[in-house]
T-cell receptor
Framework: EAAVTQSPRSKVAVTGGKVTLSCHQT?????MYWYRQDTGHGLRLIHYSYVADSTEKGDIPDGYKASRPSQENFSLILELASLSQTAVYFC???????????FGPGTRLTVL | GDSVTQTEGPVTLSEGTSLTVNCSYE??????LFWYVQYPGEGPQLLFKVPKANEKGSNRGFEATYNKEATSFHLQKASVQESDSAVYYCALSETNNNAGAKLTFGGGTRLTVRP
């Protein structure tokens, strides 16, 4: 059974619209992360969280917000979607003392 | 900040030939180094990690040695199979940071193995 799930798996949004991507993990991990994947750029960290009700900025946070209402759930919010935010988004989790991360299957977002 | 540079793809090989994907890194800390593999339609998954300098990691016939002096962590496999076709990511995690297992990834190398 998949330990990190994401929804939706794909989404088409309009420029200026609001988009919420959801992530759920059953690993009992403290840390959760949101990355975006673009060809040639690998994976870049947007936001992360190490405890419920708290989020931290990653390397490319502009234009994104995050929400961690519980240990299991972590959302990525695009308040005003833009064309440049078309990408594949991955959620990941890790335990506090560990180094490796466990990724979800990704959400393909297309902004038109 | 930290950075990871790896072989630019795509790389196309025939089954049975050898693979080397170069990875170099920059960091001021003492990182743990990783290789992740991503198959089509899936998220990246850990291939193996090496937390200490001068040690080797391996899995599924792939291996890499953590070379602290050369700041390199090249991925090698003696004989690739068609099922190895995927995107490979080199990554590092700082030992001391407040972001838990915050990873810095290279740009990825797409490998296609022809039968």
């Amino acid at each position: 059974e998949a330990a990190v799930t994401q929804s939706p798996r794909s989404k088409v949004a309009v420029t200026g619209g609001k988009v919420t991507l959801s992530c759920h993990q059953t690993n009992n991990h403290d840390y959760m992360y949101w990355y975006r994947q673009d060809t040639g750029h690998g994976l870049r960290l947007i936001h992360y969280s190490y405890v419920a009700d708290s989020t931290e900025k990653g390397d490319i946070p502009d234009g994104y917000k995050a929400s961690r209402p519980s240990q299991e759930n972590f959302s990525l919010i695009l308040e005003l979607a833009s064309l440049s935010q078309t990408a594949v988004y991955f959620c990941a989790s890790s335990w506090a003392g560990g180094r490796e991360q466990y990724f979800g299957p990704g959400t393909r977002l297309t902004v038109l | 900040g930290d950075s990871v540079t790896q072989t630019e793809g795509p790389v196309t090989l025939s089954e049975g030939t050898s693979l080397t994907v170069n990875c170099s890194y920059e960091t001021k800390q003492y990182p743990t180094l990783f290789w992740y593999v991503q198959y089509p339609g899936e998220g990246p998954q850990l291939l193996f990690k090496v937390p200490k300098a001068n040690e080797k990691g391996s899995n599924r016939g792939f291996e890499a040695t953590y070379n602290k002096e050369a700041t390199s962590f090249h991925l090698q496999k003696a004989s690739v199979q068609e099922s190895d076709s995927a995107v490979y990511y080199c990554a590092l995690s700082e030992t001391n940071n407040n972001a838990g297992a915050k990873l810095t990834f290279g740009g990825g190398t797409r490998l296609t193995v022809r039968p």
